[in-house]
Nanobody
Framework: QVQLVESGGGLVQPGGSLRLSCAAS????????IAWFRQAPGKGREGIFC????????DYADSVKGRFTISRDNAKNTVYLQMNSLNPEDPAVYFC???????????????????????WGQGTQVTVSS
């Protein structure tokens, strides 16, 4: 079964850290670009980062610069989102997304719009509270 599964969300205090994982099954992440998005209550999905198949990173969200990083472990077929210095603006459901098909499946779009990705995980909730 082809799927993306996010994990690692939870409750963290302001200033804390979390590492989210996006595990792929049924296909090889090596050949695909993969992006992280988040969606806060009442808001649309916001692109955070995208990592191409050649590990070129595209940044979508200025609000996370210097705090969040994206990385890939091809041996584990997993992409990570390391989140540091979490603040009250960060709570959301975090999603990973890719395109399983299409000529551009290995590249990141210039602008991180949700409609540009066809295949999504179910999301993992991140809550920041003292």
């Amino acid at each position: 079964q082809v799927q993306l599964v996010e994990s690692g969300g939870g409750l963290v205090q302001p200033g804390g850290s979390l590492r989210l994982s996006c595990a792929a099954s049924g296909f090889n992440l090596d050949y695909h670009a993969i992006a992280w998005f988040r969606q806060a209550p009442g808001k649309g999905r916001e692109g955070i980062f995208c990592l191409s198949s050649s590990d070129d990173r595209t940044d979508y969200a200025d609000s996370v610069k210097g705090r969040f990083t994206i990385s890939r472990d091809n041996a584990k077929n997993t992409v990570y989102l390391q989140m540091n210095s979490l603040n009250p603006e960060d709570p959301a459901v975090y999603f990973c997304a890719t395109n399983l098909a299409g000529p551009d499946r290995n590249r990141c779009p210039q602008h991180g719009q949700a409609y540009q990705f066809d295949d999504w995980g179910q999301g993992t909730q991140v809550t920041v509270s003292s």
